[in-house]
């Protein structure tokens, strides 16, 4: 099963386990880490559709609020790590300059200084120091893969705390030695990656700044081993997947009622606009027309809605909080494929007659679009400069290469022509603009209906080719987040449609043998 944007689009009919109790544990263990990675935890509308970030209906106790955010919690890490294979979970660092930072520095360093001075004491103090050591003994045994007993039995002879407090007790501590010894294990078990960061641990000759420094390095081998593990469990976690977050929202629906309400919305303008339609071509067809709808088509209309949604100022429906991010990435870069197909579009109905037969120079203003257009997406990008630029730029590399033909360059109302439709682009519902949507929607939606055992993709449509590549790409990693989200939530669609279609106000438990597709 694809899970992390590969060309071959997830099928709608796989196959769930059963084995979530196992799931389950191997998750509660991973929730309590913090998660640091960019498209992961820095976009707000992901947070801010979360089922608990509306008011708790009446009668809804704290402790239900506090149980339903540990389920979203489990939830969204175990989707991360099963639909992102180059999720990690890495250690965040207070910024500089914010007080938190300053206070955690000042605090940490009067903590270096006390040892440093307990040390240098006639005679030494080693209480702060046999306390450091009992630490970095529970950190190492901590570290110790299953099977290490020797190594284990060592750890324990070597750092018997009880033994080290009697040498100190008479001044016969061998402080270097101890950090020698635990600097030479952490470099038999630690990741190929830390070795240089153990080098220097074995370079440094302050015995206070050594014992910083295997602190922090412990640091690192502690996350090392935890991205170790999700590595190895991820598979389990992608067989079980479907189960698990379905389970974990039913108890998500159960503490926090109105968990869909964001949901019910978004598939209820959905609906209304189908029975509009309908309503159109067959008036006074309207309660005729209701159960005629297909609960499938409607909820493609809905997912379709995703690739324009504005992600700064529309809050996602909460079944798709765990995919806000991805789904706003794949929108960002859908827009800038879409602007590039504008501008091939019309530099080839402007001048197809030039350009035709030079694959070369096709492929040049392509990257010259593609340049220009990083970043599109940002508030503080200029849109119609960029475009300007891109007219400039293709019309020197289109009299280059007439220059290179020994034919005429281009006269300057044709220049002038082309720069000024390609900053035309960036004017609302510009029509070239609308026309490449609207071909674009057309092959993400025939994407959706594909049956589940055709492999191959469906044709692109025209004005598309020289974003191809790339959108098939797109293509399919929008259609496995489609296709999983129809796997996990198709019983709490089904059953809001229910309530909308025929004013079914049974909401209570969710029947998850309805159908997901």
């Known amino acids: 099963m694809p899970f992390n944007g590969e060309k071959q689009c997830v099928s709608e009919d796989q196959q769930s386990d059963s084995e979530s109790s196992r799931f389950s544990e191997s998750m509660a263990s991973l929730s309590d880490y913090e998660c640091s990675r960019q498209s992961f935890t820095s976009n707000s509308s992901s947070k801010s559709s979360s089922p608990t970030s509306t008011s708790p209906p009446k009668g809804v106790m704290f402790d239900d609020v506090m149980t339903a955010a540990k389920n979203l919690s489990d939830m969204t890490l175990a989707h991360e790590i099963a639909v992102n294979e180059n999720f990690q979970l890495k250690k965040t660092a ?7 930072g300053q206070v955690k520095h000042v605090v940490h360093q009067a903590f270096w200084d ?11 103090q080693y209480e702060y120091a046999i306390k450091l050591f009992e630490e970095i003994r529970e950190i190492l045994l ?48 630690c ?99 209701m159960p005629s709808l297909s609960p499938l088509l409607v909820l493609n209309s809905c997912y379709l809605k995703l690739l324009q949604w504005d992600y700064q100022k529309k809050v996602l429906p909460e079944t798709l909080m765990t995919d806000g991010t991805r ?12 602007m590039i197909a504008c501008v091939s579009l019309i530099t080839n109905n402007m001048m197809g007659a030039i350009t035709e037969g030079l694959p070369e120079l096709a492929n ?130 089904a059953n809001i449609f229910r309530k909308l279609l025929f004013q079914d106000e049974a909401m209570g438990k969710i029947d998850a043998s309805l159908p997901t597709s």
């Open 94 to 100: 207070l910024p500089e300059n914010s007080l938190a």
């Open 114 to 124: 006390v040892l440093e001075a307990d040390l240098s004491a006639e005679p030494p």
């Open 142 to 189: 901590s570290l110790l893969t299953p099977g290490g007993n020797r190594l284990h039995s060592q750890i324990c002879e070597v750092l018997d705390i009880d033994l080290i407090r009697q040498q100190a007790e008479h001044n016969a501590v061998d402080i270097q030695g101890l950090a020698s010894y635990v600097i030479n294990t952490m470099g038999k078990i």
């Open 191 to 289: 990741a190929p990656v830390r070795d240089e960061d153990i080098r220097e641990l074995k370079a440094t000759t302050n015995i206070v700044e050594m014992l910083r420094q295997i602190f922090r390095v412990l640091d690192l081998m502690r996350m090392d081993m935890t991205n170790f593990v999700i590595k190895n469990i991820r598979p389990h976690i992608q067989h079980n997947l479907v189960e698990y977050e379905r389970n974990k929202f039913q108890e998500i629906l159960e503490e926090t009622p109105n968990a869909l309400s964001k949901t019910t919305e978004w598939l209820k303008e959905s609906i209304d606009e189908e029975l509009l339609s309908e309503t159109a071509v067959a008036p006074g067809a309207e309660h005729s027309s």
């Open 327 to 338: 789904l706003k990435e794949l929108t960002e870069k859908l827009n800038q494929l879409k």
């Open 364 to 493: 040049r203003l392509k990257r010259i679009s593609t340049v220009l257009l990083e970043g599109m997406n940002k508030e503080t990008f200029n849109l119609k400069e960029a475009l300007n630029s891109i007219g400039v730029q293709t019309c020197a590399e289109v009299n280059k290469a007439l220059k290179e033909r020994g034919s005429s360059i281009l006269n300057a109302q044709v220049q002038a022509n082309l720069v000024g439709q390609f900053s035309s682009l960036e004017e609302k519902d510009n029509p070239v603009c609308t026309l490449m949507d609207k071909r674009i929607q057309l092959y993400m939606k025939s994407l959706l209906c594909l049956p589940s055992a055709q492999k191959s993709l469906p044709p692109m449509p025209g004005g598309l080719d020289v974003i191809q590549q790339e959108l098939e790409v797109l293509g399919c990693q929008y259609a496995n987040i489609v296709n999983l989200n129809k796997q996990v939530y198709g019983p709490f669609y």
